[in-house]
């Protein structure tokens, strides 16, 4: 089947009005067309002073079919802004120098790796600074603002088996073998990797040669944080001689700028990340957590001396995971973002263990679905910059001081003041299955009248260890715009409801939390909200699972859409992107050692029960759940006789399923195209001549 020529006809259907009636006015439904007219805000980095905010902002461009990142200024005392880097070309991660002078940042252009540059403020001038093989990663400015560190991968030549014959000059000879010796070999978004590690450099702020300061065959990660003295870097990584098959056990360490020398910080099992070091260079606030082989853990906010000792938790008691951490200027506290309840805060943490909330309502830069997330930033004298939206707006600029909250740009007014969206309504539950409170979110067609009745879509999460919110989704706004009610829940397994609650699915997922998503569906029902007799499911990786569990143990849904699944977890666990860590976490035994435990816990085991009409969704270069997975779900579909079609969106990943607006916005109308079949009983048409066997729902 010709994807492409599958999908437009789909995508067209759903983005144009109904029939050859020329339009009246302007169009007031939120359509796929209108993904190609979104923007959204990212990175904001406000200042030392506070007086300006750079930002990343991502605009549609329908004739890449990508959202194009560009580089803004808003100056925070009127709220004007304007471009510092834009045009043809990605362009990210500004960061400010210590006096607000100078601004770097990474451009690429031409097709060339992206460069590190610096803008001087005053004259508006900017230079390219280096003249790198690969993109810099993770800048950070000297204290002195004479250096910028940064990280890099660096190209090894992997290893060589025997010796090819010589190839005659001029010969057109098959590309050479490649040996893969490596246990993670390939990632999501990355594909088959590279030989190589991630090093840490330093170059002069004004141009220079940079200098390679870490070496050997490990990664050095950021974020990189200097000594106040600009003698010292401090980054997290893992050293040790097994460090490929120990997924999750980092440490903080302090790497001498003059002598190359490294030195651990830390020592226990478990992630140490994050490093930021006070502004008198006395002590280190990272996170991390003792790690326990579960599924989930807390990452905790902790801070030791500068020379390792001394390590102690702030946030032990918070019950929620922190990240981002940021001294204050005066020393005295800590900055972080957490999540609670399916919305994203910040709050500021004392030396002494002491929490308090200054900002909440971030939002982040994915569209597609309403995931928690959200980016921010710290000025001298407290102000925060931060990303902030809305269920029916994408994040903007915010700035808070003092309690004073201003909204500094409405990138997307006057793209969706105009049009009709759909309302967003939270839902209080208990599981059906011990009565556990379960938060979710309705989101309703436009122009909903209380007391009617709509078809409905749950849409799951993945993760699983993830949360929905009430954040703006393209598509529960597309499902909402062709007259469906949309719900999006946070079963038991769900981050920002503190660790006891994520951990009910260790070992047990899926599980139990079908019973909160059924309970969650129930619950519309009761509301009046959804029509008991036509209901449809879909859900992407960990929500791909769930809906091909759900479907394997019920035939309450007229039809279902199953993205990115993981279908035999044993295939599964041996194939994704990170074997050292899904069956140690997620299983506690490999495939062979507990084969009765993969078996049980994989949809595939259910397939037999199916009877719903599925359409099966995975993009084609899926590494993290990979294609194999889909095309085994769909193979057993066609072998049973039930309805199903297989839709693979060309070049996409697992996390860029909907990076580009016309596959995002032709997914969107597959599935709807597919629920329309068996919107209202017995489908329009039939997928293959064998489908009616089984298929059709009673």
Do not use: C
Not at 41 to 58: E, K, L, T
Not at 89 to 105: C, E, I, K, M, T
Not at 583 to 612: C, H, I, K, M, Q
């Amino acid at each position: 089947m010709n994807v492409r020529a599958f999908l437009w006809p789909l995508l067209l259907l759903v983005s144009a009005p109904a029939a050859a009636q020329p339009a009246s006015g302007p169009e007031r439904s939120f359509t796929a067309r209108d993904l190609f007219d979104l923007e959204v805000a990212s990175d904001p980095q406000i200042s030392p002073n506070g007086r300006f905010i750079a930002y990343v902002r991502r605009s549609g461009d329908v004739m890449s079919d990508r959202l194009r990142p560009s580089i803004w200024l808003i100056d925070t005392r009127g709220g004007e802004q304007m471009p510092l880097v834009a045009g043809a070309g990605l362009h990210s991660q500004p960061r400010w120098s210590p006096d607000g002078s100078r601004l770097a940042y990474v451009s690429a252009a031409d097709g060339r790796p992206p460069q590190l540059h610096v803008r001087w403020m005053e004259s508006g001038e900017s230079v390219r600074i280096t003249g790198l093989p690969n993109s810099p990663g993770s800048l950070a400015w000297s204290p002195d603002g004479e250096h910028i560190a940064y990280s890099m991968f660096v190209p090894d030549e992997g290893t060589k088996l025997g010796t090819a014959p010589a190839r005659p000059e001029g010969a057109q000879w098959a590309e050479p073998l490649e040996v893969i010796t490596a246990v993670t070999y390939r990632f999501d978004g990355a594909g088959y990797l590279r030989p190589g590690y991630d090093q840490i450099f330093v170059v002069p702020a004004e141009g220079g040669a940079p200098r390679q300061l870490s070496f050997g065959p490990y990664n050095h990660s950021g974020p990189l944080s200097w000594s106040p003295d600009a003698r010292t870097l401090y980054f997290s990584g893992n050293r040790s001689e097994d460090w490929e098959r120990e997924p999750v056990d980092t440490e903080i360490y302090a790497l001498d700028v003059s002598s190359h020398a490294i030195r651990a910080l830390t020592d226990r099992d478990g992630p140490d990340a994050s490093p930021a070091v006070s502004p008198d260079g006395r002590l280190i606030a990272f996170t991390g957590y003792d790690d326990r082989r579960r599924g989930y853990e807390n990452s905790v906010l902790y801070v030791m001396d500068a020379q390792g000792g001394n390590r102690r938790p702030l946030t032990q008691s918070l019950d929620r995971s922190v990240e981002a951490p940021v001294w204050s200027a005066d020393g005295r506290a800590i900055y972080v973002s957490y999540d609670d309840r399916g919305r994203t805060r910040v709050a500021r943490v004392s030396l002494d263990g002491s929490i308090r909330m200054v900002a909440e309502g971030l939002s982040g830069a994915e569209l597609d679905r309403p995931y928690t997330g959200g980016s921010f930033s710290v000025a001298g004298d407290g102000t925060l910059a931060f990303t902030g939206g809305s269920a029916t707006r994408p994040a903007d600029i915010v700035v808070t001081r003092s309690g004073t909250r201003r909204q500094l740009t409405r990138l997307n007014g006057e793209l969706l003041d105009g049009k009709r969206m759909g309302e967003v309504r939270e839902l209080e539950l208990a599981s059906s299955f011990d009565n556990r409170p379960i938060q979710a979110w309705l989101t309703l067609p436009p122009g909903h009248r209380d007391g009617e009745r709509h078809p409905l879509i749950l849409e799951i999460h993945g993760g699983p260890f993830a949360a929905y919110g009430p954040h703006f989704s393209t598509d529960n706004q597309l499902y909402a715009a062709a007259g469906y009610a949309v719900l999006s829940v946070n079963p038991r397994g769900s981050t920002s409801y503190g660790a006891e609650f994520a951990n009910l699915i260790h070992h047990a997922y899926p599980g139990n939390d079908y019973d909160d998503l059924i309970s969650a569906v129930d619950a519309a029902i009761a509301e009046g909200y959804a029509d008991p007799e036509r209901l449809f499911v879909t859900g992407g990786s960990g929500g791909g699972v769930l809906s091909a569990w759900i479907i394997g143990r019920t035939d309450r849904f007229r039809a279902a859409a199953v993205q990115k699944p993981v279908i035999d977890w044993s295939s599964f666990a041996l194939t994704a992107d990170s074997p050292a860590y899904f069956s140690r976490y997620w299983f506690g035994a490999l495939p062979w050692e507990d084969p009765e435990s993969y078996w049980r816990r994989s949809p595939l085991s259910l397939v037999g029960n199916v009877r719903t009409p599925t359409l099966v969704v995975v993009g084609s270069e899926d590494y993290r759940t990979p294609v194999s997975e889909a095309e085994q779900y769909y193979t057993a579909l066609q072998l049973r006789r039930v309805p199903t079609a297989l839709v693979k969106v060309p070049g996409a990943g697992h996390g860029s399923l909907a990076a580009r607006p016309s596959q995002s916005g032709a997914k969107a109308a597959a599935i709807l195209a597919w629920f329309e079949r068996y919107r209202n009983g017995a489908p329009v048409d039939t997928v293959t001549p064998s489908s009616a066997t089984a298929g059709s729902q009673p």
